[in-house]
């Protein structure tokens, strides 16, 4: 017993030495996401501005699929020594686990380390209806049962979620026509082949609303976005239940140093604190969040409590 407690001892210090001496060398910042987009966009503005905060290099590596759960899979099975970090939405810890078997568990094999932003879900009406707001919408759908369709990224994705949360509380019957990404199902929107789309707001989407080619009828988002202040978030209109958001943050390996963790989380707050940085996300429709890694792990903890309460409820299957 007493080598067993000399051994815990020294291992405690050890990790305490190794806390201490954080970082020694460069920091490996998965991302859940191809390179190019929106939220690689983001986590490189976050690497950059991180690395001379921190005195090393943060480096991006990019492992996309799955919806982001290939990312957060090979975040979970990194060394848990503070040297491997990842970016990604929290719907591979709150969605994927309600809908199928998943390689890692997300309650026991990563930990939340600090919110970073979230993107507001805009739903947007095509040339395919004359509807000018959303209660002319839903009035058309009561009208005929089935004939407005509503496109999402998928099967189960945050979008689909919404809907169904819509579908309940406004007792509308919707056909749900699920896509595999964003690029095909808005050029398929602008050409009027489904009624309206749920889609996270973006410099391109709301340039083609300013073009009026496509009209935004409601946003999913805690306030009006700055790009389009005359859209009505869902909770105004009445639907605060599918007021959803999509929210990006940092995790870690579970295991990773707790001082690590708050260290990580303190810095990264810094750099969301920054003038130009906050200017960047926003002119994108992105809003910087930031907090403590406790408050970001209680609203994944809520969102996840709600998706499967919905997906139950809805009968929602994975593709």
């Known amino acids: 017993m007493k080598r067993f407690l000399t051994a815990c001892l020294l291992a405690g210090a050890a990790l305490t030495a190794a806390a201490q001496a954080w970082p020694a060398k460069p920091i490996k910042l998965i991302v859940a996401y191809p390179p190019g987009g929106v939220s ?3 986590a490189r503005t976050l690497a950059d501005q991180l690395a001379p905060a921190l005195g090393v290099p943060v480096i991006i590596d990019n492992k996309a699929g799955a919806s982001g759960a290939i990312g957060v899979d090979a975040l979970a099975k990194s060394a ?3 040297y491997t970090f990842g970016f990604s939405a929290v719907s591979p810890l709150t969605l994927s686990p309600h809908l199928g078997k998943l390689p890692f568990d997300p309650k026991r094999d990563v930990v939340p380390v ?5 993107s507001p879900v805009l739903l947007v009406a095509t040339p395919a209806t004359d509807a000018k707001d959303f209660k002319s919408l839903l009035d058309q759908a009561r009208a005929k049962p089935g004939a407005v369709r509503w496109s999402t990224s998928g099967t189960a994705s ?3 979620i ?3 949360q819509l579908k309940s509380a406004a007792r509308v019957d919707i056909t749900h026509i699920p896509y ?3 690029g095909q199902m808005i050029t398929d929107a602008i050409g009027g082949q489904f009624e309206i789309l749920s889609i996270n707001s973006s410099p391109a989407i709301v340039q ?4 009026g080619k496509l009209r935004a009828l409601a946003v999913g988002a805690p306030a009006r976005i700055d790009s389009l202040p005359q859209v009505p978030t869902l909770a105004e209109l009445g639907f605060a239940a599918a007021n959803m958001t999509s929210t990006f943050g940092i995790f870690a390996p579970a295991g990773t140093p707790a001082a690590i963790v708050e260290r990580f989380n303190a810095q990264v707050n810094k750099v969301l604190a920054m003038p130009d940085l906050r200017a960047k996300l926003v002119a994108a429709d992105n809003v910087p969040t930031g907090g403590s890694a406790a408050a970001f792990g209680k609203q994944i903890a809520q969102e996840s409590e709600n998706n499967a309460r919905i997906i139950r409820q809805a009968n929602i299957k994975a593709d």
Not at 114 to 118: D, G, P, Q, R
């Open 40 to 42: 690689d966009i983001v």
């Open 80 to 82: 848990p020594d503070g």
């Open 114 to 118: 600090v919110s970073v932003m979230y």
């Open 158 to 160: 945050l979008g689909h």
């Open 162 to 164: 919404m809907q169904e």
């Open 180 to 182: 595999k990404g964003g």
């Open 208 to 211: 083609q609303v300013k073009a």
